[in-house]
């Protein structure tokens, strides 16, 4: 049984920067894929950001293209989203999602498509 847990969330103003870590344990970190979601108040959950398990590969939603990265160090088992230039919009509760998969360059963006789930972290952005 994985475990997945999110740190990093704060307060911050428009056009500043955090970074969120997802420490993973319990499982073979090597064996997942990874993403990042975001669901703001009285919306969906939606997708951020995901890793192929390989971590050669990337793919961002739109909204944030350009301003965070995802990236990982297996040595430490987690999973990072560095997010610079926040807006207001980004405001939200940040999770961390595993999905078990065979193939080192698979990403997904459906959150049917993960296995596992953080708890979450809140990022809010003022303006």
């Known amino acids: 049984q994985v475990q997945l847990a999110e740190s990093g969330g704060g307060l911050v103003q428009a056009g500043g920067s955090l970074r969120l870590s997802c420490a993973a344990s319990?499982?073979?970190?090597?064996?997942?894929?990874m993403g990042w979601f975001r669901q703001a108040p009285g919306k969906e959950r939606e997708f951020v950001a995901a890793?192929?398990?390989?971590?050669?590969?990337?793919y961002y939603a739109d909204s944030v293209k350009g301003r965070f990265t995802i990236s990982r160090d297996s040595a430490k088992i987690t999973v990072y989203l560095q997010m610079n230039s926040l807006k207001p919009e980004d405001t939200a509760v940040y999770y961390c999602?595993?999905?078990?998969?065979?193939?080192?360059?698979?990403?997904?963006?459906?959150?049917?498509?993960?296995?596992?789930w953080g708890q979450g972290t809140q990022v809010t952005v003022s303006s």
């Open positions: 319990g499982g073979t970190f090597s064996n997942y894929a």
């Open positions: 999602a595993a999905d078990i998969t065979r193939s080192p360059f698979t990403i997904h963006t459906g959150l049917s498509e993960y296995d596992y």
């Open positions: 890793l192929a398990r390989s971590g050669g590969r990337t």
